[in-house]
């Protein structure tokens, strides 16, 4: 069971899309396509949450898209565009919530990411992204073929970065990872902005 809500964690879990780093498909694919209810059609039934899932759990995303070129080749431009142009999915880092992050490392909170990221587009961005230096470690669904909820996704975090559940907050924009985080014994938060996540922070005791 997490400790009581009386003692602060010693750790910090992030998530890196949607928490710390401004990652949304549609800043490529409303250049790729001239018709609003045509990209929807085609993010909500191929490049959906399946979709990246199924990069995110691989290294290598060219060989991941090959059955889905095959698959749909009236799209296989824009899915293929996904990968060549995945630097365009991503504006850069979230200000509120990169000086959350630098506060907490200030204070000299122990800070790890786990992240759902096709090992292969993460290694590329990662120098895009100057936050991600502040982390001791960083652990890549890619790079060990495990997607989060999978309980066995946080227990290579567990092992790899010495700590306990009860230890950590974990942060993160999915609600199901959340929830999959809190039946493992942490504390968890469910990023909608960072006003709120902030006060979650302080709430357990963190001064941020």
Known sequence: MPPPASTPPSVVVFDLGGVLVDWNPRYLFRKLFDDAARMDWFLANICNSAFYLRLDIDGD??????????????????????????????????????????????????????TNWAADTFARTRPRLPCLSLFRDIVVSGEERLVKPDPRLFQVLFARCGFTPADAVFIDDNRINAEAAEGLGMRAIHHRDPAATITALRTMGLAV
Do not use: N
Not at 80 to 102: Q, S
């Open 61 to 114: 995303s060219r060989a991941a898209i090959a059955d889905m070129l095959t698959r749909h080749p009236e799209h296989a431009a824009e899915i293929a565009a996904y990968v060549e142009r995945f630097d365009e999915t991503i504006r850069g880092e979230i200000a509120p919530m990169v000086g959350l992050l630098e506060r907490l490392h200030a204070g000299g909170m122990r800070l790890y990411a786990l």
